[in-house]
Each structure stands twice: as structure tokens, then as C-alpha cells.
């Protein structure tokens, strides 16, 4: 019984790309070809994608940016509610719940921005832009 749905050809490709093809294919537990099949479809599935609309493009990168202010903005209270608790003379009773609390909030806060952030940094890659490094924690240097 012929299969008139399909085609047959020949792939010339190198014996590396091969070695790659096949270490995949038994990854994922089916042929090499339809490794190949699969990868090919969704080549074509990524092609299919709207293209971002320039003002797409600056909204999304606009809304990274306003994202890494207000990582700054937590940091910078993360910072000062850190070196206050590290500043001599500062002893634990003045530490209370509520000090402990605003500064676990702090770190909830910034952990929700960070992941939102990589959201928005996963869409806007996708949509073509560049990676945009995240702002890092700086700690201020204690003064002796």
C-alpha cells in the first residue's frame, strides 16, 4: 500500500549534525526522522509568528526598564533595611516583628518583580530584542 501523503529524499547533512540528530531523537524516544520532521515543522511554526509592530517593540522594552526601576527601588530599601541592621551599636531587641516583616516583604516584592521581569524578557527576545541584563544588588560598603 503506497503512501501518497509523504515524500522520500535524501538529506546530505555531516556526521556530526547526524550524531546530534540521533542523540535527540533517543532523548525524546522516536526516529531520526521524525526528530527531523518535528524540528522542520516548528521552523516553519516560529516563521508563522506576527511581526512585533515597532511600538510593540518599545512598549515591551519601556515596560523592562520600569520594571528594573522598581528592582532598584527594592534593592535600595533591601539595602537600608540590611546596613541599619548591621550598623554597631544596633543590638536585636530593637529588632521587632514588624522590622522582620517589612523586610520579608521587601524580598516577596522583589522576588515577584524578577519574575515578572523574565517574563517580559522572554516575550521581548522572543519578538527579536536583545537581552537586557537585570539589575544587580549592590551592597554599600560599611564604613569603618
Given at each position: ?14 556526521r556530526e549534525l547526524l550524531d546530534r ?35 510593540q517593540f518599545r512598549h515591551t522594552f ?77 551592597r554599600k560598603e560599611r564604613q569603618s
Amino acid at each position: 500500500m503506497a503512501d501518497d501523503a509523504r515524500s522520500t529524499f535524501t538529506l546530505r547533512a555531516s556526521r556530526e549534525l547526524l550524531d546530534r540528530l540521533k542523540s535527540e531523537a533517543d532523548a525524546h524516544s522516536h526516529s531520526v526522522n521524525a526528530e527531523i520532521i518535528q524540528r522542520l515543522e516548528t521552523s516553519f511554526d516560529d516563521a508563522l509568528l506576527p511581526t512585533p509592530r515597532p511600538e510593540q517593540f518599545r512598549h515591551t522594552f519601556w515596560e523592562i526598564q520600569a520594571l528594573d526601576d522598581a528592582i532598584k527601588s527594592a534593592l535600595s530599601v533591601l539595602n537600608e533595611v540590611e546596613t541599619e541592621y548591621s550598623t554597631p551599636g544596633w543590638c536585636l531587641e530593637n529588632r521587632t516583628q514588624a522590622s522582620d516583616d517589612f523586610r520579608e516583604s521587601v524580598h516577596t516584592k522583589l522576588s515577584d518583580l524578577r519574575s515578572l521581569r523574565r517574563g517580559k524578557q522572554d516575550y521581548f527576545m522572543k519578538i527579536g530584542g536583545p537581552y537586557i541584563p537585570e539589575p544587580a544588588m549592590h551592597r554599600k560598603e560599611r564604613q569603618s
